[in-house]
């Protein structure tokens, strides 16, 4: 019997796995900021690497600079466009077009895909007729935003407007759908009203995934009016790069494509910024001292 005991003692200690803690759990915050600092370097290394790569090949004659000017050349070029107005000209009226169109967009579109939601008889009369209307290309519907509305500016907002819209009304539906029904029947034996049932129940509970329609329609957005001020514009960023590119000066064409990537990037932050704050689940909690 001693001897059973000693030889399965000594398999337990051979077969015993022993775990080491890692930095991670050793001295979390030393590694929190360990690990910030290396993605912050990271992040702003990779593009600078790019840059100065880019100005050397120019440089060099790796590049045919007729066609990929170096970077300061780039640089020199935007700030020129700049202090002469064409740029900031261009940059305002494709953000004013931007905010017009996109909160138009979004705010019909979580409206009414809230309403199709919540009514079943709504759903069945609109639903099938707005996914038809979805697939269709949406710069094909611009010939006929510009017979409704004429040439100028409101076409290319009523643009950006439907683009935003659809995207938002279908992803909308679907979360005021997906919401548990154990919630709403909780809800209702507590005693809650339907404005009630829909401020405190639904709306949150869906709220993720209309936030997250609404970050991907951001970028959309950009996408769609800069395009379409290449395509059919007489003002703008977009109309700016295509106007640079046909008189062939490819630094201020370059120059607006980079700013043009810019507010992109600034205007998905910013709606990703005040998305967080809509999500009480995601609100950035003070730290107490």
């Known amino acids: 019997m001693s001897t059973l005991m000693t030889s399965h003692d000594q398999l337990d200690?051979?077969?015993?796995?022993?775990?080491?803690?890692?930095?991670?759990?050793?001295?979390?915050?030393?590694?929190?900021?360990?690990?910030?600092?290396?993605?912050?370097?990271?992040?702003?290394?990779t593009p600078v690497l790019l840059i100065v790569v880019w100005e050397l090949a120019a440089r060099f004659g790796t590049l045919d600079t007729r066609f990929f000017p170096a970077p300061s050349v780039i640089w020199q070029a935007g700030v020129q466009s700049i202090q002469d107005g064409a740029m900031t000209g261009a940059v305002v009226d494709t953000v004013r077009k931007l905010l017009i169109g996109y909160g138009i967009g979004a705010v019909a579109g979580v409206a009414l895909?809230?309403?199709?939601?919540?009514?079943?008889?709504?759903?069945a009369a609109l639903e099938h007729t707005l996914v038809a209307l979805y697939t269709l290309p949406k710069l094909a519907l611009f010939p006929v935003f510009l017979l409704i509305f004429g040439l100028g500016s409101m076409p290319q907002i009523v643009l950006v407007a439907v683009s935003v819209f659809f995207i938002v009304v279908l992803a909308s539906t679907t979360a005021v759908i997906s919401v548990e029904q154990g919630y709403r029947d909780a809800a209702a034996v507590l005693g809650a009203k339907r404005t009630q049932l829909l401020r405190h129940v639904i709306i949150p509970a869906a709220l993720p995934a209309i936030a997250t329609a609404i970050r991907l329609t951001a970028g959309i957005a950009i996408l769609v009016i800069v395009g379409i001020e290449m395509v059919s514009g007489d003002s703008g960023l977009g109309y700016l790069i295509f106007q640079r590119s046909q008189v062939f000066d490819p630094g201020t064409m370059y120059a607006g494509v980079i700013i043009a990537g810019l507010i992109g990037v600034a205007f998905t932050g910013l709606v990703s910024f005040a998305?967080?704050?809509?999500?009480?689940?995601?609100?950035?909690?003070l730290r107490r001292s």
């Open 275 to 285: 998305m967080k704050f809509a999500i009480p689940q995601q609100r950035p909690r």
């Open 113 to 123: 895909g809230v309403l199709l939601g919540l009514s079943w008889i709504a759903r």
């Open 13 to 45: 200690r051979r077969d015993l796995v022993r775990r080491v803690p890692g930095p991670a759990e050793r001295a979390p915050q030393r590694y929190a900021r360990r690990r910030r600092a290396v993605t912050v370097t990271l992040a702003w290394a």
